[in-house]
């Protein structure tokens, strides 16, 4: 059982590049999530997904597209880098278990991304 | 929308002394989680300690305790017998009950732990 798991660890992109991360998770999940974490802002969501197919914003979601084609992956694209995008990328993942109860967020070990 | 606020970016604990980190939220949900992530040099975010709002009594894993204080909107997360291994940076955050609900993060406090 390996949890979340994040590809790649570390990548360095050219301004204007594209390259898509991806994110798995083997506990059969159905919320799936991006966030960015910079340094003094926390972590911030990019998109979120609610289940296979459905994907959704949320607070920082411009200059990425998001894609759930199979419940245990969501990948995360960036189509023309830039250097505002270097930053470490968190992917989570979560049980839903009815209306008024959604379980813990388990993070995937991040994706450091540098853009020059 | 919710907000959560770790003022203190900073603080120093020696070794088996007692820590307390604090946080507060502004939101006006009846029904929410708060959590209390660590993030160690390594990166990886670990769940420390969850609380549901209905519920009144603090939630305790083994050292990790909290001091939930709902009318005043406080979530402060108190470290025991600190461990050199507890240096990280902690992170506060909240989640109203529901579908489709996101955490909120707020800007984390890096804790050192002193020999």
């Known amino acids: 059982n390996a949890g979340v798991t994040q590809t790649p660890k570390f990548r360095v992109l050219k301004t204007g590049q594209s390259m898509t991360l991806l994110c798995a998770q083997d506990m059969n999940h159905e919320y799936m999530y991006w966030y960015r974490q910079d340094p003094g802002m926390g972590l911030r969501l990019i998109h979120y997904?609610?289940?296979?197919?459905?994907?959704a914003k949320g607070e920082v979601p411009d200059g990425y597209n998001v894609s759930r084609l199979k419940k245990q992956n969501f990948l995360l694209g960036l189509e023309s880098a830039a250097p505002s995008q270097t930053s470490v990328y968190f992917c989570?993942?979560?049980?839903?278990?009815?209306?008024?109860?959604?379980?813990?967020?388990?993070f995937g070990p991040g994706t450091r991304l540098l853009v020059l | 929308a919710q907000t959560v606020t770790q003022s203190q970016p900073e603080m120093s604990v020696q070794e088996a002394e007692t820590v307390t980190l604090s946080c507060t939220y502004d939101t006006s949900e009846s029904n929410y989680y708060l959590f209390w992530y660590k993030q160690p040099p390594s990166r990886q975010m670990i769940l420390v300690i969850r609380q549901e709002a209905y519920k009144q009594q603090n939630a305790t894993e083994n050292r990790f305790s909290v001091n939930f204080q709902k009318a005043a909107k406080s979530f402060s997360l108190k470290i025991s017998d600190s461990q050199l291994g507890d240096t990280a940076m902690y992170f506060c955050?909240?989640?109203?009950?529901?579908?489709?609900?996101?955490?909120?993060f707020g800007k984390g406090i890096t804790l050192s732990v002193r020999p």
């Open positions: 989570a993942s979560s049980h839903y278990k009815g209306l008024w109860r959604q379980e813990t967020q388990y």
């Open positions: 955050a909240f989640m109203k009950s529901g579908a489709n609900s996101k955490l909120t």
């Open positions: 997904s609610v289940g296979e197919g459905t994907t």
